[in-house]
Nanobody, 125 residues
Framework: QVQLVESGGGSVQAGGSLRVSCAASGYIYSRLRLGWFRQAPGQGREGVAIIYPDGYTIYADSVKGRFTISQDNAKNTVYLQMTSLKPEDTAMYYC???????????????????WGQGTQVTVSS
């Protein structure tokens, strides 16, 4: 079992920055593929970014150049640094984990076995 706990959400004005964190426990952290998804009201869950154990990262086109995913193995924590935020980034942000995620299916939420409870990010114009 893997437990994921997100933190760091909040409200910010457009153009601002925010960092959300996800602390993982219950499994060998170094073997996990860790992703960030988001879901706005009335919309489906969208893959935002993923980081692999070797540090390889992939981003959704909508956030490329603005968001950075990183991890601190000593703290078993993955981060999503968000800059140049836009109102359309407003959503509930979820951390997700899996032991295997093919790179061509990383945005498929069914690939992930474990999910956090989510943290709200609101960007006002």
């Amino acid at each position: 079992q893997v437990q994921l706990v997100e933190s760091g959400g909040g409200s910010v004005q457009a153009g601002g920055s925010l960092r959300v964190s996800c602390a993982a426990s219950g499994y060998i952290y170094s073997r996990l593929r860790l992703g960030w998804f988001r879901q706005a009201p009335g919309q489906g869950r969208e893959g935002v970014a993923i980081i692999y154990p070797d540090g390889y990262t992939i981003y959704a086109d909508s956030v490329k150049g603005r968001f950075t995913i990183s991890q601190d193995n000593a703290k078993n924590t993955v981060y999503l640094q968000m800059t140049s935020l836009k109102p359309e980034d407003t959503a509930m942000y979820y951390c997700a984990a899996a032991l295997r995620v093919p790179s061509d299916r990383w945005q498929d939420s069914t690939q992930y076995n474990y999910w956090g409870q989510g943290t709200q990010v609101t960007v006002s114009s």
